[in-house]
């Protein structure tokens, strides 16, 4: 129910948009917040005390960025997120932002997004928005560089773009301390209903583990040039010659592993065929065939995971079960003046 509020809402404001015509003809500006329940954007009116286009754009960040008195909807600008410094060059707003931004779930970006250019690209003289993150041009979660947007971008698209992202758990394969072995990490990503999900999958596996205690199973740098999945469920993936970077510390048949197990964790991948720019890698000490499809290998997974708990029972029982159990078999009772306290 509230995806259809939410695409009313932003169909109404369409049809407004267009009844409005050029900016300047509609004295009543709007301020866009993201609304509480992050279903959508809420445009409150606002009239500038500034005349001149700096001076707008200069209000309306600072009112994006302020702490609203509303239940309904909150400050467009998270806190964490700060304006570093913006640029206007002719019609075109370049705005810099600096902090946790990336660090943003992806529905609310989308959303805080929205509000910034659907906000600024009211005001006289600002037709496009260019938004950079940390000095670095916004790029989605795809790795897509954005690029410019207008109050376009957000009619059509900005209901269909939030309704579309799905929300998955995966199981990766990342090495062992040692680099002979893999152990298994969920994850919780959100991806767009129009990206495969094995092209997620190698995505999450090349950004490497959160763990600090495992060790990433791809060289730096390594780009994936395409994947595919046949009817017959053999995953398809064409690396660039990184691939065949040697990584420290990390046997070439757990690389190959993290791939496969990784990939086939997918209902839809039985096998999985890598090439390097087209051909079979160039990988030593393996005894599979790299010119054929390859199956998931269980054995190479690490499963014996111990946790404090078990590592704190297992050192109890090594230094203290001989002290008593012969002695104090029979008997229940430990000598008082045995039983260490911490008085």
Known sequence: MKKILSFALILILALSTVACGKKGEDDSAKIYYVNTDKDGVTAVDYEYKAEDTNGQITEALNMLAADTDSFDYMSTIPAGVNVEHWELDDTSFSLYLEGDYEALDPITEILVRAGIVKTLTQIDGVDSISLYVNNAPFADSNGEAVGAMTADTFIDDFGQETDALLSTNLTLYFSSADGMSLVSETRNVYYSRNVALEKVVMEQLLKG??????????????????????????????????????????????????????????????????????????????EVDLTSPIDRNEDIINSNVIDDDDIYLEDYSEDYSDEYSDEY????????????TNE
């Open 329 to 340: 078999i029979d008997d229940e009772t430990i000598p008082e003046d045995e039983i260490s």
């Open 209 to 286: 583990p959160d763990s600090s205690e495992l060790l990433s199973t791809l060289p730096t740098g390594t780009k994936v040039n395409s994947i595919s999945v046949s009817d017959n469920g053999v995953c398809i993936i064409n690396f660039d010659g990184t691939l065949e970077t040697a990584i420290t510390g990390v046997t070439e048949n757990v690389t190959l592993y993290s791939i496969v197990n990784s990939l086939t964790e997918l209902d839809s991948i039985k096998q999985v065929q890598i090439l390097v720019n087209g051909e079979a890698p160039h990988l030593s000490n393996l």
